[in-house]
C-alpha cells in the first residue's frame, strides 16, 4: 500500500481525516501537537493517541519527508548546513544560524530554481520541483533535532523562488505561526521572491501577516535584466508600484535585498537611486556582498562596498539600512550559494 503523506496538512484537514475514520475532532489537535509542536514522527510515541487510531495512521500515512543526508559545521561562525533527501532522491539544502540569542534557519522551497539569476549557484542547478508543504516544514523540525537552540527566525530564502511554490509556502507559514503548531511571530518569519508580480499582488490583497523581501539586486533596468531575466517579464517599475501599496508600520516593513556585484551594481549612482526607491517605500534596505560561487561575478573591495553604503547612509530619510555579511562561506552556504551538488 502506498501511504498518504500527512506531514504538512493543516489542522481542517487532518479534522477531516479524523472525522472520515470515525475517531472524534479533539482528537485532530492533538495528532496536530505532536507532528508540529513536538517534531514526533512515530504514532506509538503520541502518548495519548489510542491504539486503534495510532495503527491505523501508522499504516496508511507517511509522517517523515525528508533524511538528514549530511551536516557541514562552520570553522568560523555557529552556522550549519544540512543537506536533506526527499523521498524521490531529491537534494536540498537549509542553514541553521546561531547568533547570540538568535537562531535563523534558512529554508528552501523548491528543488534547484527556475528564475536563473546570474549570481546564484541555486539557479545553475536548473528547476526539478516544488516541495510539499511537509517538506518546507519538516527542514524546521529536524534541525530542531539537531540544534539545542530554539529556532527563533524562519527565511525562505534558499534554493527556489517561494513564490512560484506560493501555496504551500504560506501554507507553511501558517503552520509555523499557528500558536498550535510552532508558534512563531508573524514578524519571525521572512518570505524572499525575486519579484513574481502577480503573487506579490496576492500576497498584498490577502494581507498575509508575514515579512517581505524582494530581490532587486540592480537599480536600472538594464543591469537587473542582465543579471535577473525575470526583470524583462516584471521591471523594477512594475514591482515599485505594487509595493507601494503594501501596508507598512514599524514593525512590518518590506526588505530591498541588494546583492553589490563587483563592476555591475557598485557604483555612488546605483546607491543613490536604490535610496530613492528606500525613502517612496518607506522600507529596509539589506545590501549583501557578493558571495563567490566560482563564476564570472566577484564581490567589490572594501573600499566600494563603504562607499556604496555610506552614500545610502547619506540619503537615508524614510528608509532603514543594513548590511548582511553573511554566515557559512567557508561551508557554502552563505546567502547565493545553496545548490546541493548531487542533484541530478
Known amino acids: 500500500m502506498v501511504q498518504k503523506q500527512i506531514k504538512g496538512l493543516n489542522l481542517q484537514e487532518i479534522t477531516r481525516i479524523c472525522e472520515m475514520n470515525n475517531f472524534p475532532p479533539f482528537r485532530a489537535k492533538q495528532l496536530y501537537h505532536w507532528m508540529y509542536r513536538h517534531g514526533i514522527n512515530e504514532t506509538n510515541e503520541m502518548n495519548n493517541i489510542p491504539k486503534e487510531m495510532s495503527e491505523l495512521l501508522s499504516q496508511e500515512y507517511q509522517f517523515k519527508t525528508l533524511q538528514v543526508e549530511e551536516i557541514q559545521s562552520s570553522e568560523k561562525e555557529n552556522t550549519k548546513k544540512i543537506l536533506f533527501k526527499t523521498h524521490d532522491n531529491r537534494l536540498i539544502e537549509s542553514v541553521s544560524m546561531i547568533d547570540k540569542n538568535l537562531h535563523t534557519i534558512c529554508i528552501s522551497s523548491q528543488v534547484g530554481c ?4 546570474q549570481f546564484c549557484a541555486t539557479g545553475e542547478m536548473g528547476f526539478m520541483r516544488s516541495l510539499s ?3 518546507i516544514i519538516d527542514q524546521f523540525i529536524e534541525i530542531t533535532k539537531i540544534r539545542e537552540e530554539p529556532i527563533t527566525n524562519v527565511v525562505y530564502m534558499g534554493m527556489g523562488e517561494p513564490f512560484l511554490n506560493y501555496n504551500e509556502v504560506i501554507k507553511s507559514a501558517e503552520i509555523l505561526h499557528d500558536p498550535h503548531g510552532m508558534n512563531l511571530g508573524r514578524n519571525r518569519i521572512t518570505i524572499s521572491t525575486s519579484g513574481i508580480l502577480p503573487k506579490i499582488k496576492q ?3 490577502e494581507k498575509q501577516p508575514y515579512k517581505l523581501a524582494i530581490s532587486l539586486n540592480a537599480a536600472d533596468d538594464e543591469t537587473r535584466t542582465r543579471i535577473m531575466p525575470i526583470n524583462k517579464k516584471w521591471n523594477i517599475e512594475m514591482l515599485m508600484h505594487e509595493l ?3 501596508p507598512v508600520d514599524k514593525k512590518n516593513k518590506i526588505m530591498l535585498e541588494y546583492v553589490l556585484l563587483k563592476g555591475v551594481n557598485d557604483t555612488k549612482s546605483d546607491a543613490e537611486i536604490l535610496a530613492s526607491y528606500g525613502n517612496k517605500l518607506r522600507c529596509k534596505i539589506n545590501v549583501i556582498p557578493f558571495n563567490d560561487i566560482g563564476n564570472k ?9 563603504n562607499r556604496f553604503i555610506k552614500t545610502l547612509y547619506e540619503n537615508q530619510i524614510h528608509y532603514q539600512t543594513l548590511v548582511r555579511w553573511s554566515k557559512g562561506n567557508d561551508i557554502d552556504a ?7 551538488k548531487n542533484n541530478d
Do not use: H, M, N, W
Open 203 to 205: 500576497f498584498i490583497e
Open 297 to 305: 561575478f566577484a564581490r567589490p573591495d572594501d573600499a566600494t562596498i
Open 114 to 117: 527556475s528564475v536563473d539569476c
Open 334 to 340: 552563505a546567502c547565493g550559494q545553496l545548490s546541493a
Open 133 to 135: 508543504c511537509g517538506e
Open 244 to 246: 507601494e501599496k503594501y
